[in-house]
C-alpha cells in the first residue's frame, strides 16, 4: 500500500511541475509578444505625423505647463480611462497631477489678484492716470490667460489634425520649423528677463514704486515691508506668467501658419500636374479639409489673435511714446527699448504669419476654381465645393478685420498719428 502511494503522489507532483513549466513557458511567449507589439506601437507612433507635430510644438505646450496650463491633460485622461491599470494608478502620477493643480490654481489666483491691487489705489490715490493704465494691462492679460487656458485642447486638437491632413499629401515634405520659432521665442523670453532687470533695477523706478506704496499704506493702513514684497511678487509674477503665455501663443500662431501654407503650396504644385479625375478628388478633399481647419482655427483663435494685437500694440505705443517724449536715463532708454523690440517682434511675428496664410488661401482658392469639373460625376459634390469656394475663409481679428498687408500699414499709422497728437498735447518733461 505505502509504496504504490508514494509512488502516485510523485507521479502527480511531476505532473503539476509538468504543468507549470508549461504555464510559465506560455506566458513567456505572451509576454514577449506583448512587448513585441509595445515596441511596434511606440514605433509606429514615433513615425506618425501626429507624433511629429507633437514633437513640433514640445516646447511650446511644455511651456504652457510650466505656467499652469496643461495641454494634453484631456489625452493622457481617455488613455488612462481605456487602460485596464485606470484604478492602480501610480503614486507618481497622483502626485504630479496633485502638483499641477497647485500650480493652476496658484496661477489663477496671482493673475485675478493683481487685477484686485491694480483696482484699490483708483479708490485710494488722487493721482490715478497710472494706475487706470496698470488696470487695464492687467485685465488684457487676465483674459488673454483665461482664454489660452479655455483653449487649450484645440491647440493640441488643431494641431494633430493638420498632421493628418500632412500624411494625405504624398509630395508634402514635413520640415522641421521648431529651430527658428525656438530662437525667436529664446529672443523674447531673454528680452523679458532684461526688461525685468532693468525695470526694477533702476533707482527712479524703484523710489517711484516705494513712494506709492507708502501713500497706498498711509491710506488703507496696511503694514508696508508686507504690503510691498507682496504687490512686488505679485506683480512680478503675473507680469511674467502672463508675457509667456503671450510669446507661447504667438508662436503656436505662427508656427502652425507656416504647416498651413506648406499644405496649400503642395496644393499648387499638385493643381499644375493636374491630369485626371482622381486628382481633382484628392485636391478637393484635401482643400476642403485644410478650409475647414483654417477656419475652426479663426473661430478658436479669433480673439486671441485681437487680444494679442491689443496688448502688443498699446504696450509698443507706451514705450515708443516714453523713449521719444520723456527724459530718461542711459538703462531708461535701454530698457524702453528692448521692451519696445519685444513687442514689436510679437505684433510683426502674428500679423505677417496671418496675412501670408490668408494670401495663400486666396491664391488656391483662385486656381482651383479654374480646374475643369465635367470629370466628376456626382453633381452635389459640385454644388458643396462651389459652397465652400464662395464662403469668406481666412484669418481674422475676432471676426472684424480680415488680416492683410493693409494692416501692418494702418496699424503703424494709427499709432504714429496717435503719437505725434499726444506729443504735442501732453507733457513732454518725466521728472
Known amino acids: 500500500m505505502f509504496p504504490t502511494t508514494s509512488k502516485t503522489v510523485s507521479m502527480n507532483n511531476d505532473k503539476k511541475f509538468s504543468q507549470l513549466l508549461q504555464v510559465k513557458k506560455v506566458r513567456k511567449r505572451l509576454s514577449s509578444k506583448d512587448h513585441r507589439n509595445e515596441g511596434q506601437d511606440k514605433f509606429r507612433e514615433q513615425n506618425s505625423s501626429d507624433y511629429f507635430m507633437l514633437r513640433e510644438y514640445f516646447l511650446l505646450f511644455g511651456l504652457l505647463r510650466l505656467i499652469g496650463i496643461n495641454v494634453e491633460e484631456n489625452a493622457k485622461n481617455k488613455t488612462n480611462k481605456d487602460s485596464q491599470d485606470h484604478k492602480t494608478r501610480s503614486i507618481k502620477e497622483r502626485i504630479v497631477h496633485f502638483f499641477e493643480n497647485c500650480l493652476k490654481y496658484f496661477v489663477f489666483g496671482t493673475m485675478y489678484s493683481r487685477n484686485l491691487f491694480a483696482v484699490v489705489p483708483i479708490m485710494f490715490l488722487k493721482d490715478i492716470k497710472v494706475d487706470l493704465i496698470r488696470v487695464f494691462q492687467s485685465l488684457l492679460f487676465t483674459t488673454f490667460y483665461t482664454c489660452i487656458y479655455r483653449k487649450r485642447h484645440t491647440m493640441l486638437r488643431i494641431s494633430k489634425d493638420i498632421g493628418y491632413i500632412y500624411k494625405q499629401l504624398p509630395n508634402c515634405i514635413c520640415k522641421e520649423k521648431k529651430c527658428f520659432f525656438t530662437g525667436v521665442l529664446v529672443f523674447e523670453i531673454t528680452a523679458l528677463v532684461c526688461r525685468l532687470v532693468l525695470f526694477y533695477g533702476m533707482p527712479s523706478n524703484r523710489d517711484n514704486y516705494q513712494n506709492r506704496v507708502f501713500e497706498l499704506c498711509q491710506e488703507t493702513g496696511a503694514p508696508p515691508m508686507v504690503t510691498a514684497k507682496l504687490l512686488f511678487v505679485v506683480e512680478s509674477l503675473s507680469f511674467i506668467i502672463a508675457i509667456i503665455a503671450l510669446s507661447v501663443f504667438v508662436t503656436y500662431y505662427s508656427l502652425t501658419c507656416s504647416f498651413v501654407r506648406d499644405v496649400f503650396k503642395c496644393l499648387l504644385v499638385q493643381m499644375h500636374r493636374f491630369e485626371s479625375s482622381n486628382d481633382f478628388k484628392m485636391l478637393h478633399s484635401t482643400y476642403e479639409c485644410i478650409m475647414k481647419k483654417l477656419n475652426y482655427m479663426d473661430s478658436e483663435f479669433s480673439f486671441l489673435a485681437f487680444v494679442t494685437i491689443l496688448i502688443n500694440t498699446s504696450s509698443l505705443f507706451w514705450d515708443v511714446y516714453r523713449l521719444a517724449f520723456y527724459k530718461n536715463t ?26 501670408a496664410s490668408n494670401e495663400l488661401a486666396n491664391e488656391v482658392r483662385v486656381l482651383i476654381q479654374c480646374l475643369p469639373r465635367k470629370s466628376v460625376e456626382n453633381e452635389q459634390n459640385i454644388n458643396f465645393f462651389k459652397k465652400t469656394l464662395l464662403q469668406d475663409n481666412g484669418l481674422t481679428l475676432w471676426k472684424i478685420y480680415v488680416m492683410d498687408r493693409s494692416l501692418v500699414i494702418s496699424l503703424f499709422g494709427t499709432l504714429l498719428s496717435y503719437g505725434i497728437l499726444l506729443g504735442t498735447l501732453g507733457k513732454t518733461n518725466y521728472d
Not at 342 to 354: A, D, E, K, N
Open 330 to 355: 542711459a538703462s531708461g532708454y535701454v530698457l524702453y527699448t528692448l521692451s519696445g523690440i519685444f513687442f514689436l517682434v510679437l505684433l510683426l511675428q502674428l500679423m505677417i504669419s496671418g496675412c
